[in-house]
Every structure is written in structure tokens, then in C-alpha cells.
């Protein structure tokens, strides 16, 4: 490479002024969600994987764990397998996780793996079937609607919550200087394989960490209000009652709950945030103001 002196000026005004967050942050371990709706492009898959690798080399540890619906889908459609969402979880039958654990184990962990390792980082890729990393048991879901006397159990199939994860495999890579990145398939006592929605496994994962912060990109630019407005700072009685009246639905549901169950767990803070936008990790790491929706433990929730 070579640097013009105009090129060597920016640089240096450019780390300097992210030095005192390199500094905040240096030795912290930062999870990041990286959801299926924000590898859209290749523009947007490399900005995403040169900012992991820059984190990585600053002193930030990035632990990845990411989604893939929308490559599931697509695959489930060219096979003819139809799938349907409950509160933002897939319903999965055999063949459908089989189809998951193709697409999110092979697919996307691999492609994720190998442009972080282009890009100069060393990048690992990892099921929780791997040394056990995500131990699962299957999630029930229940619906109440008032004019039920108890609530009703619906079964969604081999979807799963996480049970406990390895974090003694995950603080042993990251001390070795590897990124983990790891596909959101949990592991039953009995050796299933459980589809866990990405968001919960970045949530669990980030607790289990302590880590200081847990990103979730997706493809919209936060938690919105009725109006369209980005909102941010919010108490869990206001997120609650959020739910309730129906301005947050579908996939936004584990989204907010991961995040709201993270820093109640002990993560300084979570924050949902514009996979959309280029370079968005870093944006959202070395600006006072961040981007997206905060959800920090400090006072408010
Ligand atoms: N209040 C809300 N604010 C923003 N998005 C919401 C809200 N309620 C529901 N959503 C939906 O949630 C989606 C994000 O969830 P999802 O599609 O599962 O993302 P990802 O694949 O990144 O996990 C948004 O694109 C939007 O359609
Ligand atoms: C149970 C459940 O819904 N699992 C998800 C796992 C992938 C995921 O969460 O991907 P995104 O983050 O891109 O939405 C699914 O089957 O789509």
C-alpha cells in the first residue's frame, strides 16, 4: 500500500479522534448479531466483515453470531416447503430443520467465516452442537386470548430456547485471538438439533460473556414508534405496554426481549441498529450519539 501525505494526515486525525473509545473499550467483549436481512449485498457483507476485523485488531473482541430467515427461506421456497412464523418463530417440522441446519451451519456460517478471514481476521465458525457451545431445550409457546380460561400451548416444533452456553470454549478462542462466529442451531440433552431464533443466542451468549455490549443489526433503523420515529431509552413497562398495543410485532418481539433480558443479565448495554447502513458496527462504536434504539441497564431499565 501506498499512503499519499494527504491520506497519512486523514488517518492519523481519524484515529485519533477514535482513540479515547478504542481506549473505553479495549479488552471488552462486544457480541454481535448480524441478521440475514443485513447481508443483502456484498457491499454490505464487507463493510460488515472489515469491521469486525478492525474491532479485532484495536483490542475489541467481537463474538458474531448471526441469522439467516431470509436464505432459509429461499431455500424452503426452491424445495416447496412452506413455513409460517409464530411471534417471529419459525415453525420448524424435520424437514424444515433440516433445510435450517444446511443453511445456517454450512451457508452462511462458512461465507460470513471466510470474508472475516479475507479481510485479514481469523475467524472461526461454529454451530452450538460444536464441544456443546449452545445446549437447548425446546421453547413452548402459549397464547391467551380473552375469552380463554387458560392459556393455550402451542407446539412449534424443533424450536428451541438456549439452555446454557459453553463460555469456557468461547473465552478460550477468544484469548487465542480468533473470532468466533457462531450459527444459532442449539443442541438437546439427547443430541437434537433445535432452530433458536438468532437474536435469543446473541442475548444468551452476551449475558454469559458479561459482555459490554451486544449489537443487533437488522434491517430497520431501530425500535419504532406508530409514528415511524426511532425510540430509544425505554423502560421495560414501556416496552411491555409497546407489545401489548401492537406497535411492536413479529420479528421485532425476540429482538426486544433479547435485548431487554441481556441488560437486566448484566450487559452494560444493547442497542438495535441499521444493518443497512455501511460500516454500521462502527459507526455505532466510535460516535458519542450511536445509531438505533439504546438499551442500557444504567438507570432506566
Ligand atoms: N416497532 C417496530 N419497530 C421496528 N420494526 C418492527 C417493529 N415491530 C415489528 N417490526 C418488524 O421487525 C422487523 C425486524 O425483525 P426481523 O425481520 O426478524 O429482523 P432480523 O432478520 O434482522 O432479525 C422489521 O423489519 C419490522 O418489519
Ligand atoms: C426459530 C427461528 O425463527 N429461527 C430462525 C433462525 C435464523 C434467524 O434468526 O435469522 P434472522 O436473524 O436473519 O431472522 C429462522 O428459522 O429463521
Partial sequence: MTLSRNDAANVAKVLSE????????AGKTLVVKYGGNAM???????GFARDIVLMKAVGINPVVVHGGGPQIGDLLKRLNIESHFIDGMRVT???TMDVVEMVLGGQVNKD????????GGRAIGLTGKDAELIRARKLTVSRQTPEMTRPEIIDIGHVGEVASVNTQL?????????IPVIA??????????????ADLV??????????EKLLLLTNISGLLDKQGEVLTGLTTEQVDR????????????????????????GVTSAHIIDGRVPNAVLLEIFTDSGVGTLISNRRRV
Avoid: Q, W
Fill in 112 to 119: 460470513i467465516v471466510n470474508l472475516i478471514n479475507r479481510h
Fill in 202 to 211: 446473541a442475548g444468551k451468549v452476551a449475558e454469559a460473556l458479561k459482555a
Fill in 242 to 265: 409497546l407489545i401489548e398495543d401492537g406497535t411492536i410485532y413479529g420479528g421485532m418481539l425476540p429482538k426486544i426481549r433479547c435485548a431487554l433480558e441481556a441488560v437486566n443479565g
Fill in 184 to 197: 444459532p442451531i442449539g443442541v438437546g440433552d439427547d443430541g437434537a438439533s433445535y432452530n433458536i431464533n
Fill in 93 to 95: 417440522d424435520s424437514a
Fill in 40 to 46: 443483502e449485498s456484498d457491499e454490505l457483507k464487507t
Fill in 170 to 178: 468461547l473465552n478460550m478462542l477468544v484469548n487465542s485471538d480468533f
Fill in 18 to 25: 477514535a482513540l479515547p473509545y478504542i481506549r473505553r473499550f
